[in-house]
């Protein structure tokens, strides 16, 4: 079994900051104005008479797109959460980055290891034409 003492500073650091638990969410919060059913009221007529603001939550789960009406006092929140899942995903793809050098790195080196050991050998047979080889 391979010795992974020898971990890479950077891998270390992604891979502690990656283990610090936080709140995390995907997702996007919207801000909606909407009119209402009523024939006589300003909103049918003016745009910025529209009723809200009015916030929405919206993530995809399972292949559907799921959203749910937030409150105002939750915006900050949400919003902080959803910034912290992104920074994550982000954290998380650098996290795949630096194994996948580290792994070039392991297999270049196993490979110069086996070149220095191999000193090639001939070929035991002739090489063949095509034209002149016949099948016994």
Known sequence: MTNYAAV???VAELSA?????????????NER?????????ACQRDPKARHGPYYMLTQAAGGK?????????QVPVLR??????????????????????????ELA??????????KGSRRASEKRSGKNWRRS
């Open 8 to 10: 890479p500073p950077e």
């Open 17 to 29: 900051a990656l283990s610090q638990p936080r709140p995390i969410r995907r997702g996007t919060v």
């Open 33 to 41: 104005r909407m009119k209402c059913g009523q024939a006589n009221c």
């Open 65 to 73: 797109t799921r959203s749910r009406y937030v409150a105002a006092a």
């Open 80 to 105: 902080r959460q959803i910034e912290a899942g992104r920074d994550f995903r982000q954290q998380v793809e650098a996290y795949w980055d630096a194994c996948e050098h580290w792994a070039d790195a």
């Open 109 to 118: 080196a196993a490979q110069t290891a086996e070149g220095a050991e191999k």
